[in-house]
């Protein structure tokens, strides 16, 4: 079974910092970009911050300058160091991956995966 496990979302005061982890884990072949993207209640998911496999990232205007998206292609991990965080930024993030996977049958096939999510809070 292939998954994306995210950790280290929490409630921290304006200004603080948080530092949200993501690994998968299963069949994986290979993992193309990885990615963070946020759901604020009553809003759409938007993409926060992605990398590529050569470590090419880009970020969501609002996010630039604060956030910081890495990742350790040995560990197949994916971060996002969140810093001077706003009330604003409250949503649940959700890792992605656009990865090639073996199936049941060892025939590799390429895959969007998904987090369950994590919430942050930033209180004002």
């Known amino acids: 079974q292939v998954q994306l496990v995210e950790s280290g979302g929490g409630l921290v005061q304006a200004g603080g910092s948080l530092r949200l982890s993501c690994t998968a884990s299963?069949?994986?072949?290979?993992?193309?970009?990885m990615g963070w993207y946020r759901q604020a209640p009553g809003k759409q998911r938007e993409l926060v911050a992605r990398?590529?496999?050569?470590?090419?990232?880009n970020y969501a205007d609002p996010v630039k300058g604060r956030f910081t998206i890495s990742r350790d292609n040995a560990k197949n991990t994916v971060y996002l160091q969140m810093n001077s965080l706003k009330p604003e930024d409250t949503a649940v993030y959700y890792c992605?991956?656009?990865?090639?996977?073996?199936?049941?049958?060892?025939?590799?096939?390429?895959?969007?995966?998904w987090g369950q999510g994590t919430q942050v809070t930033a209180s004002s």
């Open positions: 990398i590529t496999s050569g470590g090419t990232a």
């Open positions: 992605n991956a656009d990865a090639v996977v073996a199936g049941v049958s060892g025939m590799p096939y390429r895959t969007n995966l």
């Open positions: 299963g069949s994986i072949i290979s993992i193309n970009a």
